[in-house]
């Protein structure tokens, strides 16, 4: 399973880059505003920091607007994936973008028709928006598995990306199902590696070892 984290704060995608577990990053208009940055200029600094791909969105609602801002973004990096809605319009930029061989992530997808449309279009990601699809009374678990489901009965190469990730126990779900890749925010991943007991059991270790009156170096 794939790890990216969902964020355009520089600062958080470096820590978890040294760490050696990151395989990339996605952003999105909110995250970029959240940033306070030049979008071109963050997204090109992510994308040095990182050798997988780098979600960046294009904003334009209509196919040849897409097309045109994914052509500034795509020269940006080659490890630049472009971010397309789940619309007609996206679709369309999707199978374009992907027979030129640019990768693509198409987010905002809430059903699992939706993530087959994706599919046919070639997209390299399909984004299943989790919590906001628990946020409305949906079971956003049960897209990731409907989807997977799916992709399997056609092999569609395409990968998915559970996004919208609230929680670690919708990671261990998204684990449990298939997902091909998670994305999450930089809080969520790093508290996939707290346990309170290994918390317990390290200080423990710590004052048995003082008693010793050892070292090691
Ligand atoms: O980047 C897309 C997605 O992960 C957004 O998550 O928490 O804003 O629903 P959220």
């Not at 679709?91 to 993530?115: I, M, R, Y």
């Not at 684990?175 to 999450?184: F, L, M, N, S, Y």
Request: glycine letters at 6%.
């Amino acid at each position: 399973m794939k790890f990216f984290v969902d964020t355009a704060d520089t600062a958080d995608i470096r820590e978890l880059a040294a760490t050696g577990l990151l395989d990339g990053v996605t952003t999105n208009p909110t995250l970029i505003h959240k940033s306070g940055r030049k979008f071109m200029e963050v997204v090109e600094e992510i994308c040095g920091i990182v050798d997988g791909p780098v979600s960046a969105e294009v904003v334009a609602l209509d196919h040849e607007t897409m097309m045109k801002e994914a052509e500034i973004l795509r020269k940006i990096a080659d490890n630049v994936c472009i971010k397309v809605p789940l619309t007609i319009d996206g679709l369309k930029t999707c199978k374009a973008l992907t027979d030129d061989g640019t990768l693509v992530n198409v987010t905002l997808c809430f059903s699992a028709n939706q993530a087959l449309l994706a599919a046919k279009a070639g997209a390299s990601f399909i984004s299943p928006f989790v919590g906001r699809h628990d946020d409305n009374g949906f079971d956003g678990l049960k897209l990731i598995e409907d989807i997977r489901l799916i992709y399997d009965n056609y092999q569609f190469d395409t990968e998915i990306l559970a996004a919208s990730l609230r929680h670690p126990i919708h990671v261990l779900e998204c684990a449990k199902i298939g997902a091909d890749v998670i994305t999450a925010p930089p809080a969520v991943i790093k508290m996939l590696s707290k346990h309170v007991l290994t918390d317990k059991g390290l200080e423990g270790f710590a004052a048995d070892w003082a008693k010793t009156g050892q070292t090691i170096l």
